[in-house]
C-alpha cells in the first residue's frame, strides 16, 4: 500500500481516568466507562499503560477494559518479565515497549534498543510467539528504527515529544522532519508507524499529514480537554483535525 492510501487511526489512552480514580481512593471515575465511551464517541483503538509502580492503571483495570471493549487494545510495558507474563495472560492487540522510570512524572523519551539486543530479543520473541503485535516506543533515529526492524517490530511509535515541547518555530520544524525522515524510513523496512506523546489540538495536524502515519496515540490531552467539553466532544475534535490533515496532505500530492 502507498503512503498516500494509508488509514489513519486515533488510539485513546486513558490511563488519567485512572490517575483522577486513585487521587481519591475508591472506583470514579471508573477506566473501563471511559474506554467504551472513548470508543462509542470513534476511538478506532484504547491504549492503556501498566506501570511497574501501578500509579494510575492497575491489572484489574486492564483485564476488565480488554474484556469490555469491541476495538483494539494497545497495552503499554516495560521490557520485564513481570510484564511480559502479565501480557502473556491479557493477550491484547499490540504490546508496546516503552522506556520506564519510577522517578519519572510521564515517559520522558524513546526506548533504547540499539544497544540492547541481547536483553530484548528473549522479551519480544515471547509476545510474538503469543501472537500479539509489537510495537516499540523509540525516538526517530535511523539506528533506532533500524534496530527495531531487525528485531521483529511489527509496529514503532515515534515520541513527539520534543516536537511538541519545542521552544521555537525552527525547532518545532527540525524536529517535524527528523519525525517525517524516520516514518519514511521504517515504512520503507515495512514497519507500521505509529506516533504519540504530547499531541494536541494545535500540534497534531502536522503529523498526521505525514503520509506513512498510521496511527497517532494521544491520552493526557483527551482527558484534560474532556474536562471542559465532554469527552465525545474532544475525540471528535480530535479526529477531526486529523482527517482534514490527511484530505490537505493528499490533495497536494
Not at 520485564?80 to 495472560?89: C, G, H, K, Q, Y
Given at each position: 500500500?502507498s503512503p498516500?492510501?494509508?488509514?489513519?487511526?486515533?488510539?485513546?489512552?486513558?490511563?488519567?481516568?485512572?490517575?483522577?480514580?486513585?487521587?481519591?481512593g475508591g472506583?470514579?471515575?471508573?477506566?473501563v466507562?471511559?474506554?467504551?465511551?472513548?470508543?462509542r464517541?470513534g476511538a478506532?483503538?484504547i491504549?492503556?499503560?501498566?506501570?511497574?509502580?501501578?500509579?494510575?492503571?492497575?491489572?484489574h483495570?486492564?483485564?476488565?477494559?480488554?474484556?469490555?471493549i469491541d476495538i483494539p487494545?494497545?497495552?503499554?510495558?516495560?521490557?520485564?518479565?513481570?510484564?511480559v507474563?502479565?501480557?502473556?495472560?491479557?493477550?491484547?492487540?499490540?504490546?508496546?515497549?516503552?522506556?520506564?522510570?519510577?522517578?519519572?512524572?510521564?515517559t520522558?523519551?524513546?526506548?533504547a534498543v540499539?544497544?540492547?539486543?541481547?536483553?530484548?530479543?528473549?522479551?519480544?520473541?515471547a509476545?510474538?510467539?503469543a501472537?500479539?503485535r509489537?510495537?516499540?516506543?523509540i525516538?526517530?533515529s535511523?539506528?533506532?528504527?533500524r534496530a527495531?526492524?531487525?528485531?521483529?517490530?511489527d509496529?514503532?511509535?515515534?515520541?513527539?515529544?520534543?516536537?511538541c515541547?519545542a521552544?521555537?518555530?525552527?525547532t518545532?520544524?527540525?524536529?517535524?522532519?527528523?519525525?517525517?525522515?524516520?516514518?519514511?524510513?521504517a515504512?520503507?523496512?515495512?514497519?507500521e508507524?505509529?506516533?504519540?506523546?504530547?499531541?494536541?489540538?494545535e500540534t497534531v495536524?502536522?503529523?498526521?499529514?505525514?503520509p506513512?502515519?498510521?496511527e497517532?496515540?494521544?491520552g493526557?490531552?483527551?482527558?484534560?480537554?474532556?474536562?471542559?467539553?465532554?469527552?465525545?466532544?474532544?475525540?471528535?475534535?480530535?479526529?477531526?483535525?486529523m482527517?482534514?490533515?490527511?484530505?490537505?496532505?493528499?490533495?497536494?500530492?
Amino acid at each position: 500500500m502507498s503512503p498516500k492510501s494509508l488509514p489513519l487511526r486515533l488510539g485513546v489512552n486513558i490511563d488519567h481516568v485512572a490517575t483522577l480514580r486513585n487521587a481519591r481512593g475508591g472506583i470514579h471515575p471508573d477506566p473501563v466507562s471511559a474506554a467504551l465511551l472513548a470508543q462509542r464517541a470513534g476511538a478506532d483503538g484504547i491504549t492503556i499503560h501498566l506501570r511497574e509502580d501501578r500509579r494510575h492503571i492497575k491489572d484489574h483495570d486492564a483485564i476488565s477494559i480488554k474484556e469490555a471493549i469491541d476495538i483494539p487494545l494497545n497495552f503499554e510495558m516495560a521490557a520485564t518479565l513481570e510484564m511480559v507474563d502479565f501480557a502473556l495472560s491479557l493477550l491484547p492487540n499490540a504490546c508496546c515497549i516503552v522506556p520506564e522510570k519510577r522517578e519519572e512524572v510521564t515517559t520522558e523519551g524513546g526506548l533504547a534498543v540499539a544497544g540492547h539486543e541481547d536483553r530484548l530479543a528473549p522479551l519480544f520473541t515471547a509476545i510474538k510467539t503469543a501472537g500479539i503485535r509489537l510495537s516499540l516506543f523509540i525516538e526517530a533515529s535511523e539506528h533506532e528504527i533500524r534496530a527495531a526492524a531487525a528485531l521483529g517490530a511489527d509496529i514503532i511509535e515515534l515520541h513527539t515529544g520534543t516536537y511538541c515541547d519545542a521552544p521555537d518555530e525552527a525547532t518545532r520544524a527540525s524536529e517535524l522532519a527528523r519525525i517525517a525522515k524516520g516514518a519514511a524510513l521504517a515504512h520503507s523496512l515495512g514497519l507500521e508507524v505509529h506516533a504519540g506523546h504530547g499531541l494536541d489540538f494545535e500540534t497534531v495536524s502536522d503529523v498526521a499529514a505525514i503520509p506513512e502515519m498510521q496511527e497517532l496515540n494521544i491520552g493526557h490531552f483527551l482527558m484534560g480537554a474532556a474536562l471542559f467539553t465532554g469527552l465525545e466532544e474532544a475525540i471528535g475534535t480530535m479526529h477531526a483535525k486529523m482527517a482534514a490533515a490527511r484530505a490537505k496532505m493528499a490533495a497536494a500530492r
